[in-house]
């Protein structure tokens, strides 16, 4: 890489992100400029459309990935960095389903690899746990990592829509996609989530190994009766080491008010890091969008523009296990006679689960009971309430989501 001259980006993608940027490094080149001491100038731009990806290559010092996807993205990705170039990308897709391909790729051809913009947009978590933290021993990461499923919950809890309503909402406004599959199954805050436990234990973990779960089946009343019970509730991503192992979930989760995360509201991101050194750092900011994806991106570009690279060490084998303790929330339409919390008390009981608090309503010949569990193996609660859903008094299936109990006071 010629010094002193222009700094060359490469552009792979000219869309929301890819236009957004293109406009961005030119606003603020002579801010970049005047610190790091070179212009930063776009060497060619590669659409489906237009744009030779070799050619544009040739003429890079740098190549900024905003195509998403895997293919061909990633054989470009590696090529690049064969070729010695850095990469600055916010492909989530890639990170999450071929990391550790990638990372070697950087290391074997000693140039930056950086993607800040991969998760929460520009909150600036990879940065944060990569480098400020990077001597601290994280014990767990919590993070709203989806703003589409944020602000669709959001608007639930406000205004009491359904989630239909709610949805068909965040597409009006432009925080969900035509086709949400991807946000609301909980499958992007995975993505995201297998990243930062890549960074937070250094732990290999693919997209397949996280267990995901979305928001579809969420309903007014879960809400509802969760206010009952001092909670809201939030789409959250879980990293943590358990035992000496890693285990990773996404899941709908009710949270105490004065969790860190209960507040982030709208198309907001947070993400909260914990470790013994430092308690509980939480970021917060917009999870998405453009411009401010744009801005991850483009600080990206200036940072890799000054050495020294950045790059998470070697993964070193990890067991991921999946069967956890948790808290959770049981809700059950069942019919209003004697005996009926006994029966689910004991059934609990026979389990190992016990009870933290009851809501319990009656309505007409039918009552509603609404629980929250003390924290319990997976496994065991799930064992409870295929029992409990077969009692001849329980008339819906029972609806049931995590508790997350930590406050950091
Ligand atoms: N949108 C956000 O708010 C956001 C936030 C965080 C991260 N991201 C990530 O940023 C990346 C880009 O997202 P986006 O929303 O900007 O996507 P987008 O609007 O769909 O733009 C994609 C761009 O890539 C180009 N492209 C796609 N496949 C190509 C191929 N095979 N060859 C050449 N060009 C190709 C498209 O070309 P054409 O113009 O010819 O179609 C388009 O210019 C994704 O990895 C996404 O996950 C996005």
Do not use: C
């Amino acid at each position: 890489m010629p010094d002193g001259g222009p700094f060359r980006v490469g552009l792979l993608g000219h869309g929301t992100v890819g236009a957004a940027f293109a406009r961005l490094m030119k606003e603020r080149a002579d801010a970049i400029e005047a610190e790091v001491g070179r212009r930063a100038e776009l060497s060619g731009v590669l659409t489906r459309s237009r744009g030779d990806f070799a050619d544009i290559l040739e003429r890079s010092d740098l190549i900024v990935e905003l195509m998403g996807g895997l293919d061909p993205t990633r054989d470009y990705v590696l090529r690049a960095m064969a070729a010695g170039r850095h990469v600055v990308t916010a492909n989530k897709q890639l990170l999450s389903q071929h990391g550790e391909e990638v990372f070697d790729a950087a290391r074997r051809g000693q140039v930056q690899l950086r993607f800040e913009g991969a998760v929460a947009g520009v909150v600036p978590a990879i940065r944060v746990m990569s480098e400020t933290l990077a001597a601290a021993h994280i014990e767990r990461v919590h993070g709203i990592v989806n703003g589409t499923t944020n602000y669709i919950l959001s608007q639930m809890t406000a205004t009491g829509a359904t989630y239909a309503e709610a949805l068909r909402e965040a597409q009006g406004m432009g925080y969900a996609e035509a086709d949400p599959t991807e946000d609301v199954t909980g499958k992007d805050a995975a993505a995201k989530m297998a990243i930062l436990a890549r960074l937070a234990f250094n732990a290999a973990v693919r997209l397949d190994e996280v267990s995901y779960e979305g928001i579809e089946r969420i309903t007014p009343d879960d809400i509802a009766y969760a206010k009952d019970l001092g909670l809201s509730l939030k789409l959250v991503g879980s990293a943590e080491r358990i035992d000496g192992a890693v285990a990773v979930h996404v899941y709908p989760a009710f949270l105490y008010a004065d969790h860190p995360l209960a507040s982030v509201n709208g198309a907001f991101n947070a993400v909260t890091i914990e470790s013994p050194a430092i308690t509980e750092i939480t970021l917060s900011g917009p999870g998405a969008g453009g411009v401010q994806t744009a801005s991850a991106v483009l600080g990206d570009v200036v940072s890799a523009m000054i050495p020294p690279p950045s790059l998470p060490p070697p993964a070193v084998p990890q067991r991921i296990v999946t069967d956890t303790e948790f808290s959770f929330y049981l809700h059950l339409e069942v019919a209003d006679r004697p005996g009926v919390l006994a029966q689910v008390a004991e059934i609990l009981g026979m389990q190992g689960v016990s009870i933290k608090s009851v809501v319990q309503k009656g309505l007409g010949d039918e009552a509603r009971l609404v629980m929250v569990m003390h924290p319990v193996l997976e496994s065991s609660f799930r064992a409870a309430v295929d029992l409990i859903a077969r009692l001849d008094f329980v008339r819906e299936a029972p609806r049931v989501i995590r508790v997350i109990e930590e406050t950091f006071d």
